[in-house]
């Protein structure tokens, strides 16, 4: 058996986080990484209530909740006028009858 023919695949790894500046040393086939967010400044880890948005979701979001309101909007006049339409059919005389009715009345106004 020979030793020392297999490569070495693990080395030391610098991680540094752009968030805080932080660096760590792991174990890792690369030598060195950049990461966003690390346990010292992560929400989740530091309890603070902030949003990491870093490829403007939130914005996309809050757009689309506008155009939304703005398409109910105008999808509730819809309805509204059409109950109006509605409601001047269900008034409006059926025959040539009830119209000669509905002028008699209106003359003897």
Avoid: W
Wanted: charged share 35%; hydrophobic share 35%; with cysteine.
């Amino acid at each position: 058996m020979k030793k020392g023919i297999h490569p070495k695949i693990y080395t030391e790894a610098v991680v540094t986080c752009v968030g805080c500046n932080t660096a760590y040393t792991v174990p890792s086939m690369v030598e060195s990484m950049q990461v966003e967010l690390c346990s010292n400044c992560h929400p989740f880890f530091t309890g603070e209530k902030r949003f990491v948005d870093t490829m403007g979701r939130v914005e996309k979001f809050e757009q689309r909740q506008e155009i939304a309101k703005k398409a109910k909007a105008v999808n509730d006049q819809k309805i509204e006028v059409k109950k109006q339409i509605e409601e001047k059919k269900k008034t409006a005389p059926k025959t040539l009858k009830e119209m000669m009715n509905a002028a008699r009345t209106e003359l003897k106004k």
